[in-house]
């Protein structure tokens, strides 16, 4: 669990399996109201969305009071990468770069006022 290995791989790995930073906050609540004790979960999937077996994912595990803060640095870590959605940014585009085949691709414009270059900008 990313508590226990905190590191970027491990939170990169989380977020494109599912966990989100919403998680990780609900977690670390969870886990400060149990006491020094920590948290036994035991979790069961939704049927209509079920996992593979061959994952191997555990349906119940220990979270320790001690990982709070470890939860919720990871909260703050995806909160940090979600793209904002809805957000309009003005600038001079100096270079668009779109794969053959692919649907998106990358814009790098410049904020003038700002003085900033904004790079790798997904659409």
Known sequence: MVAN???EDTLTKSA????SANFFD???DIVSVCGESGANLDMTWAS???IESSLNIKNN???KKETIGTLRQAGIELK???PEK???ISGV???LHKDTGKESGTIKLVIPEKRKVISSIQQ
């Open 48 to 50: 209509a969305r079920p």
């Open 5 to 7: 290995n905190p590191n």
């Open 26 to 28: 609900a977690l670390a």
């Open 93 to 95: 585009v100096t270079t």
């Open 86 to 88: 809805n957000v309009e």
């Open 61 to 63: 595990f220990f979270v």
């Open 16 to 19: 494109s399996n599912g966990m």
């Open 80 to 82: 940090a990468r979600t």
